[in-house]
């Protein structure tokens, strides 16, 4: 059955450092993949989107991977800052379905560190 | 626009109790999502809407479960009877033109 990971539930780095997260997908290629940021006691908040033919989507200190080979996209997060903390959801129109309907993945924690 | 409203923000309520979980969705949006968010599952999608009219409602966990959209601006999340594992975070979103959702800030609901 198709499935869309994110194998980190959490992950710790220190302030100024580069955080990557990931995300898998299997068993269908979707046409693109968002990503979101939760904080807590809150509704997920859209960072970006980016689609199957494009490799890289950047805004601000944040960029996004689409490797359609390897099936996973990566969110990298340069020059991170406590404000950063928070848990991150990667998101993708599940196979067959409309595009606008999303499957999400269960998220990574990010803490950063001072 | 104020976003995706939704009431009550925590609902408290004993087993075997109707619970009404209410949307507000950003006005202009033709579409509108009902998730569920728990530690174990994640965010799973439960109904959406297109236009007011239910488009997909397999993530409804069974029959106690209903939603309704009336009009553009309202759409209700019904749990009757409700149970204990019904407990969860409660998220309504809705789209536009693109493809980004946006959500609400959930309801809280415990069942005891």
């Known amino acids: 059955s198709q499935k869309i990971e994110q194998n980190s539930e959490a992950l710790n780095i220190q302030e100024g450092k580069t955080a990557t997260l990931t995300c898998n997908y299997t068993?269908?290629?979707?046409?693109?993949l968002q990503w979101y940021r939760q904080d807590p006691g809150r509704g997920p908040v859209f960072l970006l989107l980016?689609?199957?033919?494009?490799k890289e989507k950047r805004k601000e200190r944040l960029k996004v991977t689409f490797d359609t080979t390897l099936k996973q996209s990566l969110f990298h997060i340069t020059a991170s800052q406590p404000a950063d903390s928070a848990t991150y959801l990667c998101a993708s129109p599940p196979l067959g379905a409309g595009s606008y309907q999303l499957t999400f993945g269960k998220g990574t924690k990010l803490s950063v560190i001072p | 626009d104020a976003g995706v409203i939704q009431s009550p923000r925590h609902e408290v309520t004993e087993m075997g109790q109707e619970v009404t979980l209410r949307c507000k969705p950003i006005s202009g949006h033709d579409y509108l999502f009902w998730y569920r968010q728990t530690m174990m599952r994640g965010l799973e999608l439960l109904i959406y809407f297109n236009n007011n009219v239910p488009i997909d409602d397999s993530g409804m966990p069974e029959d106690r479960f209903s939603a309704k959209m009336p009009n553009a601006s309202f759409s209700t999340l019904k749990i009757q009877p409700s149970e204990p594992r019904d407990s969860a975070v409660y998220f309504c979103a809705s789209t536009g033109r693109n493809t980004e959702a946006f959500f609400g800030q959930g309801t809280r609901l415990t069942v005891v």
């Open positions: 980016i689609r199957e033919n494009e």
């Open positions: 068993n269908y290629s979707p046409a693109y």
